[in-house]
Structure formats: structure tokens, C-alpha cells
């Protein structure tokens, strides 16, 4: 009877410590798991950051090319005053003036006619 009874005992012992073990390992699986799940999280988490870091500094970039080229246009825009400004001030003091613009062969000999006439009215 004793005997029995401790058999049973044991028994009982065996299977508990059996499905301790299985419970411990099935918790330590879910806790590999739920660390997994928490490592991936985080890993998106620092993508996400890196990806809106990265936009913001394709903003800033783009930003500072915008001024970058604003200041140039400024410069050049600047510079082509000046230049017109100069321009206009040889005219006033009646520097020669250089055409840009071609002038036609039949109204180059029109003036050197007239321009002619004019120094022999002078002359007589």
C-alpha cells in the first residue's frame, strides 16, 4: 500500500515538473518572441526616425541651393544695373556709342552722304 501510494506520488511529482517545464519553455519562446517583436518595433522606430531625418535634410538642402541661386540672380541682376547705369552715362557724356544691332549697308551710305553735305555746307 505504501509502496502504491508513493508511486503515485511520484507520478504526479513527474508530470508536474514535466509540465512545469514545458510551461517554462513555452514562456521563455513567447519572451523570445515578444523581445523579437519589441527588437523589430524599435528597429522601424530608428528607420522611421533616419527616413524623416533624411527628409528633412533633403528640405534643408533644397532650401539653401533656393537662397544659393536667389542670391546669385540678385548679383546678376545687380550687375546688368550697374552695367545699363554705366551705359547711360557714356551716352549723356556722348562717348561713342556701340551698336549691338546690325546696320544695313544702304543706311550706312545714307549717313556718310548726308554727313558729306554737311561738311561742305560747313566748309563753304
Same mark, same amino acid.
Given at each position: 500500500?505504501?509502496?502504491? *501510494?508513493?508511486?503515485?506520488?511520484?507520478?504526479?511529482?513527474?508530470?508536474? #515538473?514535466?509540465?512545469?517545464?514545458?510551461?517554462?519553455?513555452?514562456? @521563455?519562446? +513567447?519572451?523570445? +518572441? %515578444? +523581445?523579437?517583436?519589441?527588437?523589430?518595433?524599435?528597429?522601424?522606430?530608428?528607420? @522611421?526616425?533616419?527616413?524623416?531625418?533624411? /527628409? $528633412?535634410?533633403?528640405? #534643408? #538642402?533644397?532650401?539653401? %541651393?533656393?537662397?544659393?541661386?536667389?542670391?546669385?540672380?540678385?548679383?546678376? /541682376?545687380? /550687375?546688368?544695373?550697374?552695367?545699363?547705369?554705366?551705359? $547711360?552715362?557714356?551716352?549723356?557724356?556722348? @562717348? @561713342?556709342?556701340?551698336?549691338?544691332?546690325?546696320?544695313?549697308? +544702304?543706311? *550706312?551710305? &545714307?549717313?556718310? &552722304?548726308?554727313?558729306?553735305?554737311?561738311?561742305?555746307?560747313?566748309?563753304?
Amino acid at each position: 500500500m505504501y509502496v502504491a *501510494t508513493q508511486r503515485r506520488r511520484n507520478r504526479r511529482r513527474k508530470r508536474r #515538473r514535466k509540465r512545469r517545464g514545458k510551461r517554462r519553455k513555452r514562456k @521563455e519562446e +513567447e519572451e523570445g +518572441e %515578444k +523581445e523579437k517583436k519589441k527588437k523589430k518595433k524599435k528597429e522601424k522606430k530608428k528607420k @522611421e526616425k533616419k527616413k524623416k531625418e533624411m /527628409k $528633412k535634410d533633403k528640405k #534643408r #538642402r533644397r532650401r539653401k %541651393k533656393k537662397k544659393k541661386k536667389k542670391k546669385k540672380k540678385k548679383k546678376k /541682376k545687380k /550687375k546688368k544695373k550697374e552695367e545699363r547705369r554705366k551705359k $547711360k552715362k557714356k551716352k549723356k557724356k556722348g @562717348e @561713342e556709342i556701340n551698336c549691338s544691332y546690325p546696320i544695313s549697308p +544702304e543706311t *550706312t551710305l &545714307f549717313i556718310l &552722304f548726308h554727313l558729306k553735305q554737311l561738311l561742305r555746307f560747313w566748309i563753304k
